[in-house]
């Protein structure tokens, strides 16, 4: 079943950060900005020990296609734009990784025809030839702003930094070179999901889009476990009650 079809400005609805998982049910929760400790609280009860993945994309089909692919399998905190992820960060909610859209709209989105154009550009990459896609970004460029780079920039720059997953259709057919993010840092830090693909395709493509995706976020996650943990997790030990009870450690390590 494919994704609903938002035009307009219903295609760019805001969202201040929302709470996401399916377990099997699906949780929508407003993330509380004006009261952090409540809502990482509320964060870390609905994980229940799945990564917290926080997504950002300021198209409404985006965010509805990731979580429907996802939520089952982590616990999902969904953005319309990099102010509402960046408010979130500075009150420290929980967080092991970021999947990001790179372009989001420069200007604010006030009447349908202004979202409608926005969103033109897909049907012009379908009918563009690849020799006009230059010509055809110099002519875009300035509707757009890359902050899925920004994003990327100021994660990499926390004490510990957070791995960052570059998720965007339009960036390899558009960007030049020099408009790459290009910090030796922030490129060690981000890991391309090439994978995206239009909300509405084809259920099985979609699929296997999204076990791939799944398969890059794991892997990197489990790369940045501390090798104590990951050796401490396989162990279980016996506990006095009830009789050859144990007590599994990957649980008490909250291993996700």
């Not at 609903?4 to 407003?30: H, L």
């Not at 230059?134 to 899925?148: N, R, V, Y």
């Not at 799944?214 to 943990?229: F, G, K, N, Q």
């Amino acid at each position: 079943m494919s994704q609903p079809i938002y035009t307009g400005t219903e295609a760019f609805q805001e969202d201040p950060g929302t709470i996401w998982t399916r377990s099997p049910k699906q949780v929508s929760c407003p993330i509380l900005l004006s009261n952090p400790r409540s809502s990482r609280k509320l964060i870390r009860t609905v994980a229940d020990r799945k990564p917290v993945i926080w997504f950002v994309d300021d198209e409404r089909a985006n965010r509805e296609w990731f979580v429907n692919q996802h939520g089952r399998y982590f616990c999902i905190l969904t953005f319309s734009s990099r102010k509402h992820f960046d408010n979130a960060l500075d009150i420290k909610l929980p967080i092991h990784a970021a999947v990001t859209d790179i372009f989001f709209p420069a200007n604010e989105l006030r009447t349908d025809s202004d979202a409608n154009n926005l969103l033109s550009i897909y049907e012009k990459l379908k009918q563009s030839a690849v020799k006009d896609l230059p010509t055809l970004w110099q002519s875009e460029k300035d509707k757009w702003i890359l902050d899925g780079f920004s994003i990327a920039r100021r994660l990499v720059g926390l004490k510990r930094p957070i791995p960052v997953f570059l998720f965007s259709r339009k960036a390899v057919l558009l960007l030049s070179l020099a408009e790459f993010l290009g910090e030796p840092p922030a490129v060690r830090n981000t890991y391309w999901l090439i994978e995206k693909v239009d909300p509405t395709e084809d259920v099985n493509i979609s699929r296997k889009a999204a076990d791939m995706q799944r398969d890059r976020i794991a892997s990197v996650l489990d790369s940045r476990t501390p090798i104590w943990i990951k050796f401490l997790s396989t162990f279980k030990i016996q506990i006095g009650w009830p009789p050859g009870a144990t007590l599994d450690l990957k649980e008490l390590l909250n291993v996700t």
